[in-house]
């Protein structure tokens, strides 16, 4: 069984931009989310995968993700994903020997910033860099499941 354990963040500046080491796109969407589980389609540059996460709120969760055909992954997202699509390019940023992921939103999530760091550990300690900002791990809103449902845009017109 796979296990996610993994911390969110908000940004408390833009001092991350000078440590990117590289990016990637991703635009992915959601073919079920319940009180148990998600199931997303994700593309990034020539590779798609089918993902399925246990919808524990926290630190940790069941995660589970199989590679699958481009083209059934482009025409999954156009017909059955619930939209809004998540579009996003991820940074990744090394700091103090862990691997920092900064996801910034387009579309309709658009002005949303959020870092996530994965440990191999439940518990394991990390430093946190000076341009972090307040831990949202527990916050429902920031899952890209429920980005989908209701948009970082609905958020601010509230």
């Not at 440590?19 to 079920?32: D, N």
């Not at 399925?52 to 059934?72: F, V, W």
């Amino acid at each position: 069984m796979a296990i996610e354990i993994e911390h969110k963040f908000l940004l408390a500046n833009d001092d991350w931009r000078k440590h990117v080491s590289r990016s990637v796109k991703y635009r992915q969407g959601y073919l079920s989310s319940q009180a148990s589980s998600s199931i997303r389609v994700r593309i990034s540059n020539e590779h798609a995968w089918l993902n399925i996460k246990s919808a524990t709120i926290g630190t940790h969760r069941h995660e589970y993700e199989y590679e699958i055909p481009l083209t059934d992954a482009d025409e999954i997202l156009t017909n059955l994903c619930r939209k809004p699509l998540i579009e996003k390019t991820r940074y990744f940023v090394t700091h103090d020997q862990h691997l920092w992921e900064i996801d910034e939103f387009e579309g309709d999530n658009e002005g949303l910033i959020v870092a996530e760091i994965e440990l191999d550990v439940i518990g394991r300690s990390f430093s946190k860099p000076l341009w972090l900002g307040q831990e949202v791990t527990e916050d429902l809103r920031y899952y890209n499941n429920n980005l989908a449902v209701h948009p970082y845009s609905e958020w601010r017109q509230g």
